[in-house]
C-alpha cells in the first residue's frame, strides 16, 4: 500500500498548452453512531480497494489509511472535469469512550466502511492490602 502521509499528485488546471498538478489530499466523509454498547464508524470509500484499507484500533482512537486509484481510460485525449480524488487518505477519529479493541469488527460493502468498536467492559477490581501492625525499628 502507498504511504497515506505522502500526498500525491492531480490535476489541477488545464490551459493549453500547460497542465498544472497540485498536492491530492482527501478525507472520507463520517457517519459515527453509539447504539447501545457500541461506537459504530461508517466511513465513504467509493473505489477504494479494501485490500488497501489500513484500519488501527487502540482504546479510544481508530486510524483509517487507504489509497483510492481511478485509472483513466485507455486512449484518454481530453479531461473534462475530474473532482474524484484519487490518491492516499488518512483519518484519525478520536473517540470519548474506551473500546474493546479485541472485539473490534469491519466490513466493507458497497463503497462503505464499517468498522464495529464495542465498549471495553469495567470490571472492578478487587485489591487486598495486607495490614502490619507496628512500626519498623
Known amino acids: 500500500m502507498s504511504d497515506p502521509q505522502k500526498p500525491g499528485l492531480h490535476v489541477f488546471t488545464i490551459r493549453?498548452?500547460?497542465v498544472t498538478f497540485?498536492?491530492?489530499s482527501w478525507q472520507p466523509a463520517l457517519n459515527i453512531?453509539?447504539?447501545g454498547q457500541a461506537v459504530i464508524i461508517v466511513a465513504e470509500l467509493a473505489g477504494v480497494d479494501p485490500r488497501?484499507?489500513?484500519i488501527d484500533v487502540e482504546a479510544n482512537l481508530v486510524r483509517i489509511a487507504g489509497m483510492?486509484?481511478?485509472t483513466?481510460?485507455?486512449g484518454l485525449q481530453r479531461i473534462e472535469r475530474m473532482e474524484i480524488p484519487s490518491c492516499p487518505f488518512r483519518v484519525e477519529i478520536p473517540l470519548r469512550?474506551?473500546?474493546d479493541t479485541e472485539q473490534a469488527e469491519s466490513r466493507y460493502q458497497h463503497?462503505?466502511?464499517e468498522v464495529v468498536l464495542p465498549f471495553a467492559r469495567r470490571t472492578p477490581q478487587r485489591v487486598v492490602i495486607s495490614v502490619t501492625e507496628g512500626g519498623q525499628e
Open 16 to 18: 493549453y498548452p500547460y
Open 22 to 24: 497540485e498536492q491530492c
Open 68 to 70: 483510492r486509484q481511478i
Open 33 to 35: 453512531y453509539e447504539p
Open 97 to 99: 469512550v474506551v473500546i
Open 72 to 74: 483513466p481510460p485507455p
Open 52 to 54: 488497501e484499507l489500513q
Open 111 to 113: 463503497g462503505l466502511l
